[in-house]
């Protein structure tokens, strides 16, 4: 399942990021959250990402954040996250 995520992700998106995210494990299938359009993502969306990740590991369906926009990618190594979380070079053959 690939989870495109487009624009910015802050406090006025995050609960629409953080519902379908939820919904996405919910079926069960790794989830590919494709991060390639994200302008801008602020703390709580870099929360939501690792909310995910820590359901994962409860569980839930894994996921792997795939194609980080310039952005997100600093994000993830500013915080120092982007060891904990799961990156992916290609998505699965449909």
């Known amino acids: ?10 406090g ?4 629409e990021v953080s519902r379908v995210l939820t919904d996405a494990q ?4 790794t989830v590919f959250v494709d991060l390639e359009q994200v302008s801008f ?8 990402l690792l909310a995910a990740n820590e359901r994962s ?3 839930a369906a ?17 915080s120092g996250v982007g060891a904990v979380l799961t990156l992916a ?3 699965p053959p449909a």
């Not at 690939?2 to 802050?10: E, K, Q």
């Not at 919910?26 to 299938?29: K, Y």
């Not at 993502?41 to 939501?48: A, E, F, N, P």
């Open 41 to 48: 993502m602020d703390s709580r969306g870099l929360g939501s």
């Open 62 to 78: 894994p996921i792997r954040i795939y194609r980080p926009s310039e952005p997100v990618r600093r994000l993830l190594t500013v």
């Open 89 to 91: 070079e290609e998505l």
């Open 12 to 15: 006025l998106t995050l609960p």
């Open 57 to 59: 590991r409860e569980g």
């Open 26 to 29: 919910r079926e069960g299938r």
């Open 1 to 10: 399942m690939v989870v495109r995520v487009v624009g910015v992700v802050d």
